[in-house]
């Protein structure tokens, strides 16, 4: 039963009813009370502000870099705006990105953003655009060498040591690039990996299955949908050769070992129709149509997952698609998950913060700004739509119950940003629609980067839903043993973790646990400070205490005068 409460000032004293009455005697009534005294300590250590804040960067679009001293993090330092940049996570939680541009102009300089200082570091590079590429000797890294100038959204992967992967992107002189990359970033240098300089190349797929070192997927741009195989391999899909007219549906697997690629699914030929197959059953002859592909993920299976794209099998009309895929790494077959099998679907919306099987997100292209979340499941946010307008809706897709969630922004297209103060949160910030943004994620949330805006950008943002740590008490037959009751509550998100801290470290490993309602024995009489905290699966957190005074033995006397 729950304790109830006895009126304090300034705490409030419990009398647990299940406590043995002691004897009554004459007018005397003698009770055994357990006493619990609870003060809530308003401790909120974590991401209260809900939804989105901008952290950084400019709201208006066209922002220079201010480049700093190179190697050198600053408050004033930040990469100018871009659109398409290859972005990547370290190992120590440092954000990164290179290049990224439009039309004929690239950038040509790799940044690092660190999320607890919040400060920007120009690593390597040049200070100008279009810089041509140095390749040195293939094989060896060298202080000189550097991808130069690329964007329109090269490969980027994140490898198991820690290393940075780039392969191809558009540079304004050379075309697209037919080259993978590897950046150190314990030494701060590039490396020519594999792909040939000369002009001319095409794919070479050799056969199906088989790595072979003159196997290449050739040269490659509009593609970020990667992935880091559980075995450390790296793997590309589709995107574009020559541009509009030359899409790709093929699967790429490169061995860093062995330094091979093998073509592992797909078409070895342009503009290939997907084979959808039936709705959630895998087949050998599934596969998803060409596309630029640009929102991709992998599940906590370790299978990889794509969703949406443009068809941009003509030069005319550019389709968006809304289909979700799923890849069996280990039985080498696409299942079709979710959304339409024709281009340029309507999606549903349905309502903002509830998930259903109706909900889809309209088709669309270049949403590279891309998640998953701590409970496993997929973010995605804005691109651009099938009538060519951008986007600024945030959506979840839980891949255990197979539903999308419409979380944030707006259902309709051109939405305008609204910023509100630098660093301040407000629930009525919002990023505006825009298209080849970047993003990432860690323990404060969902960070989104640039892309364009009717005009590059390099604003910076982070998402975290509200989040309010609270628990009651529940008393139980014995006078030092109580049950915790969770209350906490989150915005549009899911609680992802519990953290409880009973304060008695005398009770070894029971003095934590990480259940949602936990019972705890308390070790001896004394004060103890209970702790919970609780994160959802978007990064917020919040932590809430509440002291506990255990005396078994007290006892109290009350007389009717």
Not at 173 to 189: F, H, M, Q, R
Not at 402 to 411: I, L, M, P, Q, Y
Not at 479 to 484: A, G, K, L, S, T
Request: net charge negative; hydrophobic share 35%.
């Amino acid at each position: 039963m729950f304790v109830t409460a006895l009126s304090h000032p300034f705490f409030s004293l419990y009398h647990d009813s299940s406590c043995p009455l002691a004897k009554t005697k004459e007018m005397n009534i003698m009770k055994k009370f357990c006493l619990l005294i609870s003060i809530l300590i308003s401790i909120n250590c974590g991401l209260t502000q809900g939804n989105w804040v901008w952290k950084n960067g400019s709201d208006t679009p066209g922002a220079p870099s201010d480049f700093g001293v190179m190697g050198v993090p600053s408050p004033t330092n930040q990469p100018g705006a871009r659109y398409q940049c290859a972005e990547w996570t370290d190992l120590d939680g440092n954000f990164w990105v290179y290049g990224g541009g439009m039309t004929l102009v690239m950038e040509s300089d790799l940044w690092k953003f660190n999320p607890n200082t919040e400060e920007w570091t120009f690593m390597h590079g040049d200070v100008i655009t279009n810089a041509p590429a140095v390749y040195g000797t293939k094989g060896v890294s060298d202080p000189a060498n550097t991808p130069g100038g690329l964007g329109y959204c090269p490969a980027s992967w994140t490898d198991q040591t820690g290393n940075l992967w780039l392969y191809g992107g558009l540079h304004p002189g050379a075309g697209v690039s037919p080259l993978l990359w590897k950046y150190d970033v314990t030494i701060n240098e590039w490396t020519w990996v594999q792909g040939d300089t000369l002009p001319g190349i095409v794919p070479v797929y050799g056969t199906l299955g088989v790595s072979s070192p003159t196997n290449t997927p050739g040269p490659r741009t509009e593609t970020s949908c990667t992935w880091v195989g559980e075995d450390g391999n790296l793997w590309l899909f589709g995107g574009s050769i020559l541009g509009a007219g030359d899409t790709r549906n093929d699967l790429w697997k490169y061995d860093i070992g062995t330094n091979e690629w093998t073509w592992m699914t797909g078409s070895d030929t342009f503009t290939a129709p997907g084979v959808y197959g039936t709705l959630g059953v895998p087949a050998p002859g599934n596969t998803p149509g060409a596309r630029w592909c640009y929102s991709s993920w992998t599940d906590t299976n370790g299978d990889f997952w794509l969703f949406g794209g443009i068809d941009a099998s003509t030069m005319i009309i550019f389709g968006k698609y809304n289909d979700l895929w799923k890849y069996d790494v280990s039985e080498n077959e696409w299942t079709w998950m979710r959304g339409s099998d024709e281009i340029n679907p309507a999606g549903n919306y349905g309502t903002q913060c509830t998930s259903s099987d109706a909900n889809n997100p309209p088709g669309r292209g270049e949403s590279r700004a891309r998640w998953t979340d701590d409970c496993g499941n997929f973010w995605v946010f804005g691109g651009l739509n099938a009538f060519g307008d951008y986007l600024n809706d945030l959506w979840r897709y839980n891949p255990t119950i197979n539903e999308w969630t419409w979380v944030h922004g707006s259902d309709s297209p051109t939405a305008v940003g609204v910023y509100g103060i630098l660093g301040v949160p407000s629930p009525t910030n919002v990023p505006g629609a825009r298209m080849g943004s970047v993003g990432w994620s860690n323990e404060k949330g969902l960070w989104l980067f640039g892309g364009d805006e009717v005009g590059q950008i390099n604003d910076l943002w982070l998402y975290a839903d509200t989040i309010n740590a609270d628990f009651l008490i529940d008393s139980t037959a014995e006078c030092d043993e109580f049950n915790f009751i969770d209350q906490s509550t989150t915005g549009c998100d899911s609680i992802g973790s519990y953290s409880w801290n009973f304060g008695d470290p005398s009770s070894g490993s029971l003095n934590i646990d990480s259940i949602q309602n936990p019972n705890h024995i308390f070790s001896s009489n004394g004060s103890f400070l209970v702790t919970l905290i609780v994160q959802n699966c978007a990064g917020g957190t919040d932590t809430t205490s509440q002291i506990v005074l255990v005396d078994c033995g007290f006892s109290i006397s009350l007389e009717n005068d």
